[in-house]
């Protein structure tokens, strides 16, 4: 595996990469599109729109790098403003879909494991209303989902049926929606 001693998280999260085939460069030039202060929780390779590029789950964010030598494409998609999370698996790949502000991206070829986790993180963000790796809101500023908990609970009913959780998930986070009120 190669050795990128770039940023602490970084360089944890590329570790976990089982191939960085293709985004070596994304990885180093990382650090260029993250926030003051944000925090790099998981990587994985894929491809959206016309480039292999490095998908990046952050404590705020996630983020499509594709750092070519003539061009740069970064998209990203803040976390309060995802829907819906789709993964398809095939069998050593997947294609991860995510749904923000009426928008549809679509990365292809992401690792069958990595993007699972992915949409699994993902989902749970959208079901407890908190973002992978973030701290917790004081009880003093609360969350408007924190304020709306039959929205939560009607939120987490609509991923239920769809299949986005399992029904241990579900139990867990109604009763730490039910615990919150």
């Given at each position: 595996?190669?050795?990128?001693?770039?940023?602490?998280?970084?360089?944890?999260?590329?570790?976990?990469?089982?191939?960085?085939?293709?985004?070596?460069?994304?990885?180093?030039?990382?650090?260029?599109?993250?926030?003051?202060?944000?925090?790099?929780?998981?990587?994985?390779?894929?491809?959206?729109?016309?480039?292999?590029?490095?998908?990046?789950?952050?404590?705020?964010?996630?983020?499509?790098?594709?750092?070519?030598?003539?061009?740069?494409?970064?998209?990203?998609?803040?976390?309060?403003?995802?829907?819906?999370v789709?993964?398809a698996?095939?069998?050593?790949?997947?294609?991860?879909?995510?749904?923000a502000?009426?928008?549809?991206a679509?990365?292809?070829?992401?690792?069958?494991?990595?993007?699972?986790?992915?949409?699994?993180k993902?989902?749970?963000?959208?079901?407890?209303?908190?973002?992978?790796?973030?701290?917790?809101?004081p009880?003093?500023?609360?969350?408007?989902?924190?304020?709306?908990?039959?929205?939560?609970?009607?939120?987490?009913?609509?991923?239920?049926?769809?299949?986005?959780?399992t029904?241990?998930?579900?139990?867990?986070?109604?009763?730490?929606?039910?615990?919150?009120?």
């Amino acid at each position: 595996m190669a050795t990128f001693n770039v940023r602490p998280d970084i360089d944890a999260a590329a570790a976990k990469l089982g191939s960085t085939l293709g985004a070596g460069r994304e990885i180093k030039r990382l650090p260029e599109v993250l926030w003051e202060g944000e925090k790099v929780e998981m990587l994985a390779t894929g491809i959206y729109g016309k480039g292999n590029g490095l998908l990046a789950m952050t404590d705020l964010r996630l983020i499509f790098l594709k750092h070519g030598i003539t061009s740069q494409q970064v998209e990203d998609f803040p976390y309060s403003k995802i829907t819906s999370v789709q993964w398809a698996g095939g069998i050593l790949a997947g294609t991860l879909i995510v749904f923000a502000s009426g928008n549809r991206a679509e990365i292809k070829q992401v690792p069958k494991q990595v993007g699972k986790d992915f949409a699994d993180k993902l989902r749970m963000y959208i079901a407890t209303g908190s973002a992978p790796g973030a701290p917790d809101v004081p009880a003093a500023a609360p969350t408007p989902q924190q304020q709306d908990p039959a929205s939560r609970l009607a939120t987490l009913d609509q991923l239920r049926a769809a299949g986005a959780i399992t029904d241990q998930e579900y139990q867990d986070r109604r009763k730490a929606i039910i615990d919150s009120i």
